[in-house]
């Protein structure tokens, strides 16, 4: 369990115990009330000396404090502040928080030649919160420090009201991220499809509309693309329909999709057994679908939004569906299973199809740890974006370049398009490997009709990816902050 951050802002003031936390800016440059914490520009001074501490962005030093007022002096590197923006408060925050490890941290936030702005106080608490992020759940032999489980945490900054007020935003985005990473660090024997969607249901206490559509009912609406992936397993599919109203109601929503396949064994085109304890993690989009509802509903954003999320488990039992077998979709089109690997996008066909006939959206971007393929072009840096919409996709790559959780577009075109055409069926859902996350994402836009939409490959920035100072986990909680940031740049009221 992570430790619970109790956060507050104030003016500037002297810590009384605990640790302090201080700004050095590139060259070995702080600022007056950093000294004035310190009992002096001079103790700061020696310990940059004594540690050859360069003040990069990120980077700390500390020292244990025997005749001040606090225990510890924490120094936490900005880098050039000019240069500072994107997710680099973030990234202060989370480095502050790991260097600090005490139940009591007063952070002065003042830079020598310019003040901290009240939203990024704010960013550098939600660096702190993400980066404070464990989980320990089911460790029963926990260490000393993570059975400490309360931190008061003192933010002195110029403007403490636009802080206060930034910071209300913050907690629900990190409210949001720590629901997504909690959704993929579970095992996948604890979080089946039906005790997915009881996690999702859980948003009807802050004002989100639930539907959870059992077996039957999906099958009513014939989704038989989702249905064949879940076929093999004992435990029964689910489709999660979220609903958030903060705008008019005569204004069409944002939808977003997520991909859930809670465990995927491959079905009957079995993965190989190296690494397949991984595949838990295959509900990644899912997750950030629900974390993502959870920040606009907790922050009230004044948006219609609707999250959709199709639950299955794919398995290889005697029921499970084969290569070779032909699927209806929900739209009518029918897809030839060359691989029963995959299978994300069967779900997210029938997923997709529904929204978009439904809610009639403004437009819909899908999330889905869909393919490795994307890893081999793209590393786990960045995640794949594609659209039929250059000005989605532009507000997008812009909004990942702010938050951090970049995207980098690749292409879609006919030529693509005609590899996905089936002998038996009016398309394949597997043609090889070569342009594997492009023709999953060809496959996916048969889907979508003409309204906007974007599909993001998350496969190898969702799970396992780069550590950084916000986030040490496995599961890193990927497409919440970005999707936030593009809704409140862009479509709200």
Request: with cysteine; proline share 3%.
């Amino acid at each position: 369990m992570s430790k619970v951050l109790n956060v507050k802002f104030s003016g500037f003031t002297k810590p009384e115990g605990g640790t302090a936390v201080v700004l050095v800016a590139k060259g070995g440059v702080f600022s007056d009330e950093a000294a004035a914490v310190a009992g002096g520009s001079d103790k700061i001074q020696q310990l940059i000396d004594a540690s050859e501490f360069n003040a990069k962005l990120g980077t700390t030093t500390e020292t244990i404090v025997i005749d001040g007022s606090y225990k510890k002096l924490v120094l936490v590197g900005v880098g050039k502040p000019e240069k500072l923006g994107n997710d680099d408060w973030l990234r202060i925050g989370g480095a502050a928080m790991a260097a600090a490890k005490n139940s009591e941290i007063h952070a002065t936030l003042c830079l020598s030649d310019q003040v901290v702005a009240g939203d990024e106080a704010a960013d550098f608490a939600l660096g702190m919160m993400l980066g404070n992020y464990a989980f320990n759940k089911y460790k029963t032999q926990k260490d000393t420090e993570n059975k400490k489980k309360n931190v008061n945490i003192n933010i002195c900054v110029a403007d403490v009201a636009a802080a206060e007020t930034a910071f209300v935003e913050a907690q629900a985005t990190a409210e949001g991220v720590i629901i997504a990473r909690d959704l993929v660090n579970e095992p996948a024997n604890i979080l089946g499809p039906v005790e997915f969607a009881a996690e999702a249901a859980k948003l009807e206490k802050l004002g989100v509309k639930i539907e959870v559509l059992t077996e039957k009912e999906i099958k009513k609406l014939g989704m038989g693309a989702l249905l064949g992936v879940s076929q093999g397993s004992a435990r029964p599919p689910r489709l999660v329909v979220m609903e958030w109203n903060g705008a008019k109601s005569k204004e069409k929503p944002v939808a977003f999709v997520g991909k859930g396949v809670v465990f995927d064994t491959g079905g009957i085109s079995i993965k190989p057994a190296l690494g397949m304890e991984d595949m838990k993690g295959d509900m990644g989009g899912a997750a950030a679908v629900v974390g993502l509802m959870h920040t606009l509903a907790a922050r009230k954003a004044k948006v219609n939004a609707i999250g959709v999320i199709g639950l299955v488990e794919n398995m290889p039992d005697g029921n499970a569906q084969r290569p070779g077998d032909i699927v209806t979709t929900m739209s009518g089109q029918t897809i030839e299973v060359i691989n029963t690997d995959a299978e994300g996008r069967l779900v997210l066909a029938d997923a997709l199809h529904y929204t978009n006939e439904r809610f009639k959206p403004r437009f819909m971007i899908n999330l889905a740890t869909l393919t490795g393929a994307v890893m081999v072009a793209l590393g786990t840096q960045h995640a794949g974006l594609f659209s039929n919409d250059d000005e989605l996709a532009d507000q997008l790559y812009d909004a990942g370049q702010l938050s951090g959780e970049k995207l980098w577009r690749l292409p879609l075109a006919k030529v693509y398009d005609k590899m996905i055409d089936s002998k038996f069926a009016d398309m394949k859902n597997s043609c090889g490997r070569l342009g594997g996350a492009i023709t999953a994402a060809q496959f996916l836009k048969r889907f979508v009709g003409d309204t906007s939409w974007a599909h993001l490959d998350i496969a190898g920035t969702a799970m396992d990816a780069p550590d950084s100072e916000y986030s040490k986990s496995w599961a890193n909680g990927f497409g919440v902050r970005l999707l936030d940031r593009l809704v409140r740049d862009n479509y709200e009221d």
